[in-house]
């Protein structure tokens, strides 16, 4: 079996859509820059009506510089504007030196919504097998100060619409997110 690949994905959009009389929003997280473009041609295809662009960037190679790692945002979200017509979401994580300026960045090359912030997986170590173990935990409300934070301080500053996606277990948890400033 194909296990959950991007074949069943794509059924999954088009599935999705047939079913639901809500917009459908694709995420995305590609490698290089065919498959950005590629796939979320396939995604727009299949029926979604936006794309999220889950760009899961760890700089771990030391030479790169801070630059170089906005300008790799910068440059998928550039191609992929560039291939489909649907809106565009970029989901990013916080890790940036100037956030407000990158975020700023990512809405004059074409996003159209941002979404705060990617969680990044951080695995532990079991000390028994004395391995790396993925340690996959759903964020918690206490989570959701910082892309409250950025999300109030880019509301109406930056032409994007504005998404939270850490911390949300309540309605409470909801509206203070939208009294903050997030659609």
């Known amino acids: 079996g194909e296990g959950f690949g991007p074949g069943r994905y794509l059924d999954l959009v088009r599935r999705a ?8 929003i694709a995420s995305l997280n590609g490698v290089s820059r065919a498959g950005w473009t590629g796939y979320a041609r396939d995604l727009q295809d299949a029926g979604a009506d936006a794309i999220e662009l889950n760009i899961y960037l760890i700089p771990t190679d030391r030479t790169m510089t801070g630059r170089e ?11 992929v504007k560039a291939a489909v017509a649907v809106p565009v979401a970029v989901k990013i994580g916080p890790y940036f030196s100037a956030f407000g300026s990158m975020a700023l960045a990512l809405t004059e090359a074409g996003a159209d919504a941002l979404v705060l ?30 892309p409250l934070l950025w999300i109030a301080v ?12 850490t911390g949300v277990e309540s309605a409470d948890d909801v509206f203070k997110y939208l009294l903050a400033g997030a659609d």
């Open 17 to 24: 859509k047939a079913a639901l009389d809500i917009p459908v």
């Open 69 to 79: 790692a906005e300008q790799r945002h910068l440059d998928i979200l550039t191609a």
């Open 117 to 146: 912030f990617n969680r990044f997986y951080q695995p532990g170590i079991d000390l028994v097998t004395l391995r790396p173990s993925p340690a996959l935990e759903l964020s918690t409300p206490s989570e959701m100060r910082l």
């Open 154 to 165: 880019l509301h109406g500053h930056i032409p994007a619409s504005l998404a939270a996606s």
